[in-house]
T-cell receptor, first 115, second 115 residues
Framework: AQKITQTQPGMFVQEKEAVTLDCTYD???????LFWYKQPSSGEMIFLIY??????QNATEGRYSLNFQKARKSANLVISASQLGDSAMYFC????????????FGTGTRLQVFP | DTEVTQTPKHLVMGMTNKKSLKCEQH?????MYWYKQKAKKPPELMFV???????INESVPSRFSPECPNSSLLNLHLHALQPEDSALYLC??????????????FGPGTRLTVL
């Protein structure tokens, strides 16, 4: 079985600063993917970034990067140069390659960016 | 274009009503999903359609009835709901089920209130 743990219920960051949102995972599957989604108060889940378990390099997408430490089973999201529009709920999620239809979410971290 | 559309955006219904939620994608994706999300919780998977066939039903009560008329459309028929069914219902789609970690793209959701 897979499990995602997000230990930070809430985080605050000042505009233009960088912030790291923590995510640890537990899986017995040798092949898996890790995702981060952003959910603003409007409700839509917005895909941000993906990391495969066999990827050697950390994934980056614009201001988002994923700090993947396989041995520690962590997949932290780093947001650089925070903007007010980054205020939202952030979910880490995982899926096993053998069972790609089931996305397992963490409990989420609410990020608030202040001026 | 990674757009998934959902209608209606908001729905209020009585416990004796019958209503339907609609989801549409034109990305050629072959897997479609329904999730239920309660306030301040992560999404919970309800149903998965893979190549227009129901592949996963997460023990959802029969008052929720999914339908996939074609590869672009997914409906969720609602009947005799309970107040505890009030939630945000999210639809998602992904390109190729069973082909490694497949990114799921979400729609904006339908906020359902059952009176």
């Amino acid at each position: 079985a897979q499990k995602i743990t997000q230990t930070q219920p809430g985080m605050f960051v000042q505009e233009k600063e960088a912030v790291t949102l923590d995510c640890t995972y537990d899986t017995s599957d040798p092949s898996y993917g890790l995702f981060w989604y952003k959910q603003p108060s409007s409700g839509e889940m917005i895909f941000l970034i993906y990391q495969g378990s066999y990827d050697q390099q950390n994934a980056t997408e614009g201001r988002y990067s994923l700090n993947f430490q396989k041995a520690r089973k962590s997949a932290n999201l780093v947001i650089s140069a925070s903007q007010l529009g980054d205020s939202a709920m952030y979910f880490c999620a995982t899926v096993a390659f053998y069972n790609t239809d089931k996305l397992i979410f963490g409990t989420g971290t609410r990020l608030q960016v202040f001026p | 274009d990674t757009e998934v559309t959902q209608t209606p955006k908001h729905l209020v219904m009585g416990m004796t009503n019958k209503k339907s939620l609609k989801c549409e994608q034109h990305m050629g994706h072959r897997a479609m999903y329904w999730y239920k999300q309660k306030a301040k919780k992560p999404p919970e998977l309800m149903f998965v359609y893979s190549y227009e066939k129901l592949s996963i039903n997460e023990s959802v009560p029969s008052r929720f009835s999914p339908e996939c008329p074609n590869s672009s459309l997914l409906n969720l028929h609602l009947h005799a709901l309970q107040p505890e069914d009030s939630a945000l219902y999210l639809c998602a789609s992904s390109q190729e089920p069973g082909q490694g970690a497949d990114t799921q793209y979400f729609g904006p959701g339908t906020r359902l209130t059952v009176l």
